[in-house]
């Protein structure tokens, strides 16, 4: 930001000590070239990692490795409590397939994400995590998870490792905005304006907003003239219209040994019936493109095959066997294999399918449509789809509009499915803006 050699910031005369990173310097050098000056306990830092999150502390560790003076200013308490959510599942930090299908989980975004995912591939995550004494493992899915299947080790490694490199964590400051180049934070000691010579905003999108990311970010750099577009949830569930017999009954219960066909593809996996209606991995695999059909033409339905392990012709031949005095539920039993769960959802979405000519019955059994009425609300969302549009960001992601303020992780506008694709963005754009501040300080020395 601050390209001079002189600020003033909150009436402190701060004086910069050109682009050489600290490390460089010889060791007494640091206090004259860090000034020990300080803003109510708050030293200056030459590059301010504003979010402490995946993607932010991503920066924080490749600047601090490489010498420079970073500190990492945090809203809440604590750092990276979405990321410690995801860690509750496991913590699938990224995906073993080969990185050309890697590479294009991206959508329209992956032209813009390759650059940064070549730098930092799924391969390097592993290595990274291996590097901090945690070790990972690829499940059947190709998913790769910490073999301790959770977050707080490796957070714990890697806050170490930032502190081991000098950089600084500064938690409940929140970022407010700008004053004229100085960003400015709210901190439980009142407010607080600092200048430096790089800002990095890494403050997440727009889901959970109660762990931190709440996307108040987006005024203050539409106002900047930062062209941001709207945020959509992402890996969502989606509402139906369930009876209260149904809800009471199968909610909470996970529809296993299912695929799902949507605009997306046709995919195997499994979800759950919520309250409002269907949460899950293979609804998340579906989501982006059932979001986007709902947003098009007002609904979305996804195609079910209840049996798909089992031949229409087969079902058919089954069903046909059984005898007119069985019950419905043991003519799916025994016919087509479906009882609870799957058996419910039939009735429920078909009332009277126990009518229906076995073939007919069949047809529904491999094709049943699920009508989704919306997406469930961006705050219980994996992700958010949205944030600051690419034509806004140049190749080291600083914003154009606002010359030495750069970007990275779910602020950008790109969205991927579940599958480890979304931690692996984060810290490869988190890195990939770091090299971008490192090369503007070294351009504009
Ligand atoms: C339930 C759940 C499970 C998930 N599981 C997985 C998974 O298994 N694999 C996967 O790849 N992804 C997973 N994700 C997604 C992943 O956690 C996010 O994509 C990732 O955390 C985004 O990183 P980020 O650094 O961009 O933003 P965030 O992690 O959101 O971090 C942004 C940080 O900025 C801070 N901040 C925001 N505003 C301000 C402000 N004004 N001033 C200062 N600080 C501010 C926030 O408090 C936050 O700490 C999951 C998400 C959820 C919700």
Known sequence: MADTLQTRVCGIHIRFDGATPLRHRAPHAKSAAVETET????????????????????AAEVLSAAGWPVAVYEAMPTVARKFLLAGKSGLNITHSEPFSRFAERFGTASARLRPPLEAFTPDDVRHWAAGLGIETFVGTSGRVFPTAMKASPLLRAWLRRLEAQGAKVHTRHRWVGF????VVFETPQGRKSLSCRAVLLALGGASWPRLGSDAAWVEHLRERGVPVRPFRPANCGFDLAWSDGFVERFAGQPLKGVTATSDAGTFPGEFVVSRHGIEGSLV???????????EAEGTATLVLDLAPGREATRIARDLARQGTKESFANRLRKGAGLAGVKAGLLRELVPDA??????ALTRTIKALPLPLLRPRP????ISSAGGIDWVGVDDGLMIKAMPGVFAAGEMLDWEAPTGGYLLTACLATGRAAARG?????KDTR
């Open 179 to 182: 004053d004229g180049d100085a």
């Open 437 to 441: 501040i490192m090369q503007r300080l």
């Open 284 to 294: 998340y695999a579906h989501a982006a493109a059932l979001r986007d059909r709902i």
């Open 354 to 359: 126990s009518r229906s000519a076995p073939d």
């Open 378 to 381: 961006i705050a219980e969302a």
């Open 39 to 58: 803003m109510d306990g708050m030293e200056r830092d030459e590059i301010a990692v504003i979010g402490g999150g995946p993607a932010g502390l991503a």
